[in-house]
Structure formats: structure tokens, C-alpha cells
């Protein structure tokens, strides 16, 4: 494989996007409980990122694909290392929130636009297959990255929890710059103006059955995940009484775990269904979650949150392959923010829910929310496994009768 190929400029762009996250996803929670936020207040910036999020998401998706996919990932690089910067020197809630709206503006240009700059690159190319592989492996790579990240951030944090932030925010913009020189542009459909696009495939999105179902999934997976991110940290620091050092330590355990989960799902894809991969992924999530409801310990925490990381991982790997299937090509980013966006729209609301429970009655009941959560998803994958079965089925009788 050439250095300058399609595959590695994908993964260059998903290690550096991954290990820039993980640097701020290792502190950023304890940094605003540092700097003097309540856990309702946390939950407050985290909800209000989510709202951003779904705002944003959507339409973002759609300028990628009519403007150019590299042009969206250099302008939401950059724009995210303001962001970074700005929650660094953040010290109240109101900069917090200015900051993570940045934050969200960038992640909104980014998400969903390597996937669909690296399809649209492959399929051009004759070699569409390779992305059941190339994902998982580029999501595995990126996360053993990520874990080295998150173990240097340890020791940037000592005496200097925010330092992390700062060399975050570096990062994001050094990536900006680099993105200008090694990518080509691709587009979705020039054609149709943005207006119009944005109304035609919110339309035709909602039209599909199947993918109304995708996107209902996007947002009860969120439960679980959105749980776990906010209230682990806290949990730790305020609920086991570990101090902020093994932060980074744990992240760095999660991520390698994550890592594993992403590939498992490469090698479970191979025998099973892609939804059947998912479903198994989101079982491991409630065994986790229901293990750490079971018992306040070092021990239990560990196993049970493990559990959950391998989980998210495998989820998240094997609907990162299967959802491609029902997403036409030319607007491969429009579809993808949009279930993106629809996650963050109701995932607004879990922040300020796991806030509420830990300020309430105490962090160990928000792993019984993550819990019940898994278990909707789970149904939920079954249906479209359902529906995905019968559209495939009346394709195939379709054809015999020709």
C-alpha cells in the first residue's frame, strides 16, 4: 500500500481526528469541575453541545457534499481548534458554553465527512468492498492511538490538568493546515442548490422506512453512551475517590479496549449480519452497565465499564459498514450528519438527566439509565434487521421473477 494512497490519508485523518478528541475527551469533564462547575452545570454545557450538535449536524452534512468534502474537514478542523482553545482558557459557564458551541461547529463540519470523502474516493476507484475492512481497522488503529494520547495526557496534566486542552487545540489546527495539502476535493450532487437539497433529502429521509428506524436507533443509542461519557469521570473522582491522575491511565485502558471491540467487529462481520454485530455489541453494553449498578467498587467499575467500551465498540463499527448500504452515493454526507444529527437532538437531554441523578441521588443510578437504554437500542436493531431482511427479500423475489 503506497504511502500517498486513498486508504492512508483516511487513516491519517481518523488518527489525528481521535487522538485530538481523546485529549480532550480525558479531561474535559473534570476540567469544568475544576474550574468550579456543578455536575447539573456540566450537564448543562454537555446538553447544550448536543442541541449544537443536531443543529448543526445536518445542514453541515449537505454543504460537505455540494461545496467539497475537504473543504468542509480543513474550515471544521480549524474552527474546532478555536473552540479547543477557547474552553481551555475557559474559568465560567458562560465561556464554557460560547466555547463548546465553537466545538460543535467544527465537529459538525467533520463528522461524517472522512467516511463519505473516503467511499465516494474507494468506490471511484473500484475497490467499494475494502470499506468492511478499512473501517474497523482505521477505527482500532486510531483508538491504540488514542490510548497512547490519553497516557501523555497524564503526564501534561500533572501540576497542569488543563495542559491537554491546550495541546489539543494545537493539534486541530495543525491538522487544518495539513488537510489543504494532501487531500483532493469530491462533492455529493453540485447540481441542486443547497435550499433544495436541504428539503429533499430531509423528505426522502423520512419517506424510508428503513431509515427512519436508523435514525431512531442513532438517538436511543445515545443513552448509553451519553451516560457513560459524562458521569465516568465524575464517578471516579467523586464516587470511588481516585484522584484525577488515573484519568488518563483509565482512558487509556477504555480506548485499547474500544480498540479490541472495533476489531472484533471486523471479524464478527465476516460470519455475521452487520445488524446482528451491532446487537451484540449493545448486549455487552447492558451486561457492563448492570455490573457496575451491582456493586460500588474499584473492581466493579473497571470490569463493568470495560465491558461497555467493547461494546460502544463493536456498535459502533459494525453500523459504521452497514448504514452505508441504504445511503445513495451522492449525498452519502447529507445522510450520515443527518443521523448524526438526530442523536445529538435527543441526546440533549441525557447530560441534563445524568446531572440531575447524580446531584440527586448519587452516580451509581445513572448505569441503571445506561442499562435500560441498551435494552430499547437492542429492540430497536431488531426491527431494522427485520425491515432489512424483508426490503432484501422482495429484491430477490423481484429479480426471480424476471
Do not use: C
Request: glycine share 8%.
Amino acid at each position: 500500500m503506497k504511502p500517498d494512497s486513498t486508504i492512508m490519508k483516511y487513516y491519517f485523518i481518523i488518527i489525528l481526528y481521535n487522538g485530538i478528541d481523546k485529549l480532550f475527551g480525558t479531561v474535559y469533564v473534570a476540567h469544568m469541575g475544576l474550574r468550579g462547575l456543578t455536575s447539573f452545570q456540566i450537564g448543562q454545557v454537555l446538553a447544550i453541545s448536543s442541541i449544537a450538535l443536531s443543529i448543526f449536524d445536518f445542514p453541515t452534512g449537505n454543504i460537505a457534499d455540494k461545496y467539497g468534502r475537504k473543504r468542509s474537514l480543513v474550515l471544521g478542523f480549524f474552527i474546532w481548534s478555536i473552540g479547543l482553545l477557547v474552553f481551555f482558557q475557559a474559568n465560567n459557564l458562560f465561556t464554557f458554553i460560547l466555547s463548546i458551541l465553537l466545538w460543535a461547529v467544527g465537529v459538525s463540519l467533520i463528522s461524517g465527512t472522512p467516511g463519505a470523502w473516503f467511499v465516494d474516493e474507494i468506490t471511484k476507484e473500484g475497490r467499494a468492498h475494502l470499506k468492511a475492512k478499512v473501517f474497523p481497522n482505521a477505527n482500532a488503529i486510531s483508538l491504540i492511538f488514542g490510548a497512547i494520547v490519553a497516557l501523555l495526557s497524564s503526564v501534561l496534566a500533572i501540576g497542569r490538568p488543563d495542559f491537554p486542552l491546550l495541546v489539543a487545540g494545537i493539534m486541530a489546527l495543525g491538522t487544518s493546515i495539513m488537510l489543504i495539502f494532501i487531500l483532493n476535493e469530491n462533492y455529493g450532487d453540485r447540481a441542486i442548490s443547497f435550499r433544495k437539497a436541504l428539503v429533499r433529502n430531509t423528505i426522502d429521509i423520512f419517506k424510508s422506512a428503513t431509515m427512519r428506524l436508523i435514525l431512531i436507533y442513532s438517538m436511543t443509542g445515545r443513552i448509553a453512551f451519553q451516560t457513560f461519557v459524562m458521569i465516568w469521570q465524575l464517578y471516579m473522582v467523586k464516587e470511588l475517590k481516585l484522584s484525577t491522575a488515573y484519568l488518563g491511565f483509565t482512558m487509556a485502558i477504555f480506548l485499547v479496549v474500544l480498540a479490541v471491540g472495533n476489531s472484533l467487529a471486523g471479524i464478527l462481520l465476516k460470519r455475521f449480519e452487520g445488524v446482528k454485530v451491532s446487537i451484540i455489541g449493545q448486549g455487552l453494553i447492558a451486561i457492563g452497565s448492570i455490573t457496575i449498578v451491582s456493586h460500588t467498587s474499584i473492581v466493579a467499575f473497571y470490569l463493568g465499564a470495560s465491558l461497555i467500551e467493547l461494546g460502544l465498540g463493536i456498535d459502533k463499527s459494525a453500523s459504521s459498514v452497514w448504514v452505508h448500504d441504504f445511503i445513495p452515493s451522492e449525498r452519502r454526507a447529507s445522510y450520515i450528519s443527518a443521523i448524526s444529527a438526530a442523536g445529538s437532538l435527543f441526546g440533549f437531554t441525557i447530560p441534563l438527566v445524568s446531572g440531575y441523578i447524580a446531584d440527586q441521588i448519587g452516580f451509581r443510578y445513572n448505569w441503571l439509565l445506561a442499562f435500560i437504554g441498551s435494552l430499547i437500542t437492542i429492540t430497536l436493531l431488531i426491527k431494522i434487521g427485520t425491515a432489512i431482511r424483508t426490503v432484501r427479500e422482495g429484491v430477490q423475489n423481484v429479480e426471480k421473477s424476471k
